[in-house]
């Protein structure tokens, strides 16, 4: 048996523990497939600094050798020019994409785009103008946007009407650029009190907005949690989806670790002809070294359906 066909069987995940990976360096890890995988998944800086250290180019490098396409950066548009520029030179080294990073400030607890207040409005403009300099810089394609708080003294429909408003001002600027912005809804569980928590209210405002520069993150993890139902909203909502992002529940762990199946889920999506990325946005389960390695294993385990 080949080492690419034992490693795509599953096995290296059971075998981990027992040939002491955890205790290996970067130069001793031969037992793991090298080859790309199936879908474009994206790690993130800090998922693989026990094997690669801190240096973030050095992860980015480690990320490349592992068969990694992506990878994304939620903290991408607060990083340096300099930091900015370098990861460029090293994507672009590598053969890899860069995936998505969140494209204005966040509202955890208040409304800012759901209200109609306008200076709150401009500032999201402003947000979405310097994060288009930076998709530039970096090569990217997709920046995360979250809409802010309920509004508890305004209809939903009020609300939804004023992101609308807000959200078509995003794409003049954005679809001149070539540029996505993608919206994530999040799980009430998480992050109690967020307007946009489903995939069927993301689809209606994508549809209504009518911007190829506003479209759908479908956050797995968080939609096992509001609503599960994964593979038929997939399919309902498909033509609004440009990103999808990955975690197992509970836990928000790497695949294998909860209830999803996300081989099922993934050979589902490849089938579809999904050509884009496939964000990493969860923890490791382990700590350390052996950590890491659980992680491409469980990654090399359910990509293994072709």
């Not at 497939?33 to 993130?44: E, Q, V």
């Not at 607890?109 to 306008?118: A, E, H, R, V, Y």
């Not at 994508?206 to 593979?231: M, W």
């Not at 909860?258 to 964000?279: R, S």
Request: glycine fraction near 8%; charged fraction near 25%; charge should be negative.
């Amino acid at each position: 048996m080949s080492r690419r066909t034992f490693l795509k069987n599953g096995v290296a995940a059971a075998v981990l523990p027992l040939f002491g990976f955890q205790n290996m360096d970067r130069d001793h890890l031969g037992g793991l497939d090298h080859s790309r995988f199936n879908l474009n998944y994206a790690p993130h800086f800090g998922m693989f600094k026990s094997h690669a250290g801190e240096d973030l180019i050095s992860q980015l490098d480690f990320m490349a050798e592992y068969g990694f396409k992506s990878f994304e950066d939620n903290e991408m548009r607060m990083r340096s020019k300099a930091t900015q520029n370098q990861i460029a030179e090293t994507i672009i080294k590598n053969g890899m994409t860069m995936g998505v990073f969140v494209g204005h400030k966040i509202y955890w607890d208040q409304p800012n785009l759901t209200n109609g207040n306008t200076d709150l409005r401009d500032e999201f403009l402003a947000d979405i103008k310097s994060s288009i300099e930076v998709a530039k810089r970096v090569n990217a394609k997709w920046m995360t946007v979250v809409p802010g708080y309920v509004d508890l003294k305004l209809q939903e429909g009020y609300q939804t009407a004023h992101l609308i408003e807000a959200l078509r001002r995003a794409c003049d600027l954005l679809e001149p650029e070539g540029l996505v912005m993608v919206l994530e809804p999040l799980n009430p569980r998480d992050h109690a009190g967020q307007f946009l928590s489903k995939i069927p209210q993301a689809y209606e405002i994508c549809r209504a907005v009518d911007s190829p520069s506003c479209k759908i993150l479908f956050d797995i993890y968080h939609q096992q949690i509001t609503e599960g139902n994964i593979i038929p909203n997939i399919d309902h909502s498909w033509s609004e989806i440009a990103y999808f992002q990955i975690g197992d529940n509970p836990g928000r762990n790497e695949p294998t670790t909860g209830e999803l199946n996300y081989q099922n889920i993934f050979e589902h999506i490849h089938a579809k002809g999904y050509q884009g990325i496939l964000g990493m946005e969860h923890g490791n389960s382990e700590g350390g070294k052996r950590g890491e390695l659980a992680v491409i294993a469980a990654y090399r385990k359910v990509d293994n359906f072709l």
